[in-house]
């Protein structure tokens, strides 16, 4: 049974850093793509970042390029998201997810498995 875990969300003021990470568990994750989406209260679910588990490279939405960072540990099938000068507009709850599959990346309805969520709240 596939289970992401996600961790360290919680209260940051504005300009701080926070880092999430996602606990991989109950398949080889060879060929998947990792992810982290957000969602505001009442918005839609969107794509924050994505990387390869096997291979290098990583993609980024725009309003967060250059802030956040994705990587992995391999060795401990654990998936960061490194969040620096962060803003109100970036509170949402983040999800960690995995994906099979190269294309459509931004779509969250592509990807197969979902973590339960951790909450960031960024204060002005």
């Known amino acids: 049974q596939v289970q992401l875990v996600e961790s360290g969300g919680g209260l940051v003021q504005a300009g701080g850093s926070l880092r999430l990470s996602c606990a991989a568990s109950?398949?080889?994750?060879?060929?998947?793509?990792m992810g982290w989406f957000r969602q505001a209260p009442g918005k839609e679910r969107e794509f924050v970042a994505t990387?390869?588990?096997?291979?290098?490279?990583?993609l980024y939405a725009a309003s967060v390029k250059g802030r956040f960072t994705i990587s992995k540990d391999k060795s401990e099938n654990t998936v960061y998201l490194q969040m620096n000068n962060l803003k109100p507009e970036d509170t949402g709850v983040y999800f960690c997810?995995?994906?099979?599959?190269?294309?459509?990346?931004?779509?969250?309805?592509?990807?197969?498995?979902w973590g339960q969520g951790t909450q960031v709240t960024v204060s002005t």
């Open positions: 109950g398949r080889s994750f060879n060929n998947y793509r």
């Open positions: 990387c390869s588990w096997s291979g290098g490279g990583s």
């Open positions: 997810t995995a994906y099979p599959g190269a294309g459509l990346i931004a779509q969250p309805k592509v990807w197969n498995y």
